[in-house]
């Protein structure tokens, strides 16, 4: 594999689910599995990438061919001694290959073990078509039947994606899509040592599915278009599937309190999270300069979580809630993608928090809903900027109303009934999407900018 290491190290600074620096400095295949002797040949790849002092391992599955095909084009890594080299995922036959592994409940091949939950129907046979959005992983439809979700940088341990999902398939919750099957690999780093992660899941495919951001989306849009009316007294008002929202996010809440590991926060753990979330504020004021001048109300804001004169309930949550990982099927709301805020470690991803952080997740997203529209519609000396963003203000107010009525009708506590550990939870998101923004979509930045300068105001009692 010596040529297709100077391939891989060419090709993969430019993949979008590639982290860090266009430069390699070194390039080592940690693990090789054959999955199909036949043309195409499918090579199962995990290379362990070194950029400077951080080493992140990349799955990688390749398809070797003796021709060179036309329509592969955007995923021909080169060619070596052995044939062409393309990106397997990309390849519906060698990306067939992969599912056909399910066939057995569980099968071992190289470093790679196949798992199926009992009963599950793999949709052996279908042509696979990897959907267009990739951002961190790359994920395969199988015609209408399932998606598998291919997770490309690998973090040692089981991939909370996967431990979630499994937990709520088997507890029967509505609220998912099923998981079918799974992947685990193993590879040995450059000192020897074994380890092991999730690699992929394989879950039922939600047809009829449109996402929470489109849906509010178009509701928001039905709202400027009327420039006067009341959020409650447009066509496109969106409070009744928000309040559904809150339902089957207090639902999904409680089936993973029951299903997983829970605890409480005590005065000391309020204080370590306390100082956590500050820790962070304090990071985040020095990428993004804009957030020093409500530093000092901030700070005072997050220290009322020290003073929480109860224990606080925690539990494995979501962990990067918004509106862009619920979709609305026919059959009601379903959530997807339980990884987590992709630049946090598997450790704090899988630590116990209150499920108040998904609640304050959400809300956060009805507020840029709201807003976005102002950031790529309107420019601020527009007559109608004033009244549109009062309006948008009040659309936020009413969903976010009607999605914590909604969580507290399922007998949950209801979220805004205890200010301080709300208000914390998301001035902690807020400054978090402040570095996204500021990162990879600056002109967002004045939607979290401008959630800040409000939470920072927030009354204390
Ligand atoms: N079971 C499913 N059926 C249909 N579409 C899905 C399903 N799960 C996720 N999606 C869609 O696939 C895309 C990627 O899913 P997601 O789990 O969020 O991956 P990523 O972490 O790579 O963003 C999203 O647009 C989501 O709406
Ligand atoms: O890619 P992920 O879904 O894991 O999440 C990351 O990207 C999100 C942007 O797509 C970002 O969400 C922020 O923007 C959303 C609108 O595009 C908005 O609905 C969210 O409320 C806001 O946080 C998310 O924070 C980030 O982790």
Not at 182 to 192: F, K, M, N, P, Y
Not at 369 to 386: G, K, M, Q, S, V
Not at 404 to 410: I, Q, R
Request: net charge negative.
């Amino acid at each position: 594999m010596v040529q297709a290491v100077e391939l891989l190290a060419d090709w993969l600074p430019h993949q979008r689910w590639f982290a860090g620096r266009a430069h390699v400095d070194g390039l080592r295949i940690a693990s090789a599995t054959l999955l199909r002797a036949e043309s195409p040949r499918v090579w199962h790849v995990l290379v362990e990438v070194r950029q400077g002092d951080v080493t992140n391992i990349y799955q990688v599955p390749l398809a070797i061919r003796s021709e060179l095909v036309d329509r592969l084009e955007y995923v021909h890594l080169g060619q070596t001694d052995h044939g062409h080299v393309y990106d397997a995922l990309h390849d519906k036959s060698a990306a067939a290959e992969i599912l056909a592994c399910f066939a057995d409940e569980h099968h071992a091949v190289g470093d790679l073990t196949f798992h199926r939950e009992a009963d599950a129907e793999v949709p052996f046979g279908e042509a696979a078509l990897a959907l267009p959005v990739e951002q961190s992983n790359t994920s395969l439809a199988f015609s209408d039947s399932a998606l598998l979700k291919v997770f490309r940088r690998l973090q040692a341990g089981m991939n909370p994606d996967v431990e979630v999902h499994a937990a709520l398939t088997r507890a029967g919750s509505e609220y998912v899509a099923p998981m079918l099957a799974w992947i685990e690999g193993r590879w040995a780093d450059e000192h020897g040592a074994s380890h092991q992660a999730s690699l992929a899941m394989l879950q039922k495919y939600l047809t009829t599915a449109s996402d929470g951001w489109a849906l509010a989306a178009a509701s928001v849009r039905d709202l400027y278009a009327e420039g006067d009316l009341h959020a409650d007294e447009v066509g496109g008002d969106f409070a009744a599937e928000s309040h559904r929202l809150g339902e089957a996010t207090a639902e999904v809440h409680k089936t993973m309190a029951a299903a997983l590991p829970t605890g409480t926060f005590d005065r000391t753990a309020l204080a370590e999270k306390t100082d956590v979330m500050l820790g962070r504020l304090d990071h985040a004021a020095t990428v993004v300069p804009e957030l020093e001048p409500y530093l000092p109300s901030l700070r005072r804001q997050l220290e009322r979580l020290r003073y929480v004169d109860h224990p606080v309930p925690v539990q494995r949550v979501h962990g990067d809630y918004h509106l862009g990982q619920v979709l609305r099927t026919v059959v009601g709301w379903k959530l997807v993608d339980f990884e987590g805020e992709p630049a946090r470690t598997l450790a704090e991803r899988t630590a116990l928090d209150s499920p108040i952080r998904d609640v304050a997740g959400m809300l956060r997203s009805f507020d840029y809903a709201a807003r976005y529209l102002l950031i790529t519609d309107y420019e601020h000396n527009d007559p109608a900027y004033d009244q549109i963003s009062y309006r948008a203000a009040e659309w936020a107010q009413r969903n976010r109303d009607a999605f914590c009525d909604g969580y507290a009708t399922t007998g949950a506590p209801d979220p805004r009934q205890d200010p301080a550990l709300l208000c914390a939870y998301e001035i902690d998101k807020a400054v978090y999407e402040v570095v996204y923004e500021a990162r990879y979509r600056p002109a967002w930045l004045p939607i979290p900018l401008a959630a800040v300068e409000r939470l920072a105001a927030s009354p204390s009692p």
